[in-house]
């Protein structure tokens, strides 16, 4: 199993590879990196399963967001619905919508270049489930009517 000295060399190969100094953990491992001005990209390691946590913070709701939003992250999240294998995250007190995917440490670190190119793919990924948010609140304000008012009642 990989140990936080070989996440620390991995990411000693990750800086060589991007040009990316900043690729530099703290104490407990965690390393963030602000992309394009859009993304904070956040890497933590788990020592316990030797696996890289990648989140990364796609949209911030609003309180009244409407159901299309949920529905369609839940939607993602169960059947793994244009995710690519990552999940989203609901941080509940800023309703925040964070992307998470796992990468094996010992897997990456095998293919430092396939790993920059994956979480470029996720940031493509970030930037299209961005859209859909977006969209889904738009529409969902245009259209977000009380459920009363779709059910008819009988007497």
């Not at 941080?91 to 396939?114: G, I, S």
């Not at 979480?119 to 970030?126: V, Y």
């Amino acid at each position: 199993m990989a140990l936080k000295a070989d996440y620390v060399k991995f990411l000693g190969e990750v800086r060589k590879v991007s040009g990316i100094e900043t690729l530099t953990p703290d104490p407990s491992g965690l390393v963030s990196v602000r992309v394009d001005d859009a993304y904070n990209v956040n890497l933590q390691f788990v020592e316990t399963t030797g696996k890289v946590l990648c989140f990364i913070e796609v949209a911030e709701l609003p309180k009244n967001a409407p159901k299309e939003v949920y529905r369609d992250l839940l939607a993602g999240g169960l059947f793994g619905r244009d995710t690519a294998g990552g999940y989203f995250t609901l941080e509940p007190e800023t309703e925040t919508v964070v992307y998470n995917y796992f990468f094996d440490l010992e897997t990456a670190a095998k293919d430092v270049e396939n790993f920059i190119s994956t979480l470029e793919k996720i940031l493509q990924l970030c930037d299209i489930w961005a859209e859909r948010i977006k969209g889904n609140l738009v529409e969902g304000e245009a259209t977000d009517v009380p459920l009363a008012e779709h059910i008819a009642f009988r007497a």
